[in-house]
């Protein structure tokens, strides 16, 4: 079982019966484990903020990781999954198991858009790994740095957690080929995460939309339609949650003053770069950098 030693902390929220939280943070230089009996009808989503975890099943015989900014998300309805989880050194995860019974009480209108909530998939095992969201880390983080009084604690905990999954499953409706006939060409797809990439490696002096379209050979009304149907997001929106996401991360380390910060992300005044911040998280970054202290 993972034990509160030195800067290794595990925190658990119980919700309500059959929905619970869990916060691990290893700040430690060893590996951590926790171990955890969870039945079949529960789904796990798990959500790697930062390092890496492996969970190891069948004793060891097969393992998967969790890795950097990335979640997953596991149900399987025909066997146990309970969870053996060894999490390396400075990693911070956060882990939700929610009884299926419960999600469908809480998605039973969207279950068209949610492929193993669909009836001819109720009984199959489902997997899911996907990069965590900008808008899904903000929340996980209000989570995690929340320094709510401990009486309504989990009222706001499960306010939070509500919107973390309105926002992880969003995805489902902008994103399922079935309903976006763009993403059937295989081509369209490339270009338009070659778009993605462009507008990332160069956040400093981003292309306007023309460029970018006639950079990626698609038409501007293509390029606007399928990077909203793959990314859920106009491209300056997208680009815009992305940098302060990646502004976030880089005050996170302690390694840059904010005019610094500002100017890797793209920003050449500070007064621009604090009002973008702030803006997005709703503090400025000096703020946020003390929160983190707290």
Known sequence: MFKNVGESTLDEITLEKGFYVLHFQN????????????????????????GNSKFLFNTGDYSFDVLDNRSILLYNPQRTLPINLEIQPKTTLVSLLISIEKFHSLFSKESGYIPFLSDENSNRKFYDDTEIKPTVSIVLHQIINSNINSSIRELYVKGKIYELLSLHFQKEENTDSEYCPFLVDEQNVLKIRKAKDIIISRMSEPPSLQELATEIGLSLKKLKEGFKQIYGDTVYSFLFDYKMEQARKLLE???????????????STASHFIAAFKKKFGTTPKKYVVSLNK
């Open 253 to 267: 380390s302690n390694q840059y003053n904010v005019n610094e910060v500002g100017l890797q992300v793209g920003y």
């Open 27 to 50: 700040e430690s230089n060893i590996v951590q484990s926790f171990e955890r009996a969870i039945d079949s009808t529960f789904l796990q989503m798990h959500f790697c903020l930062r």
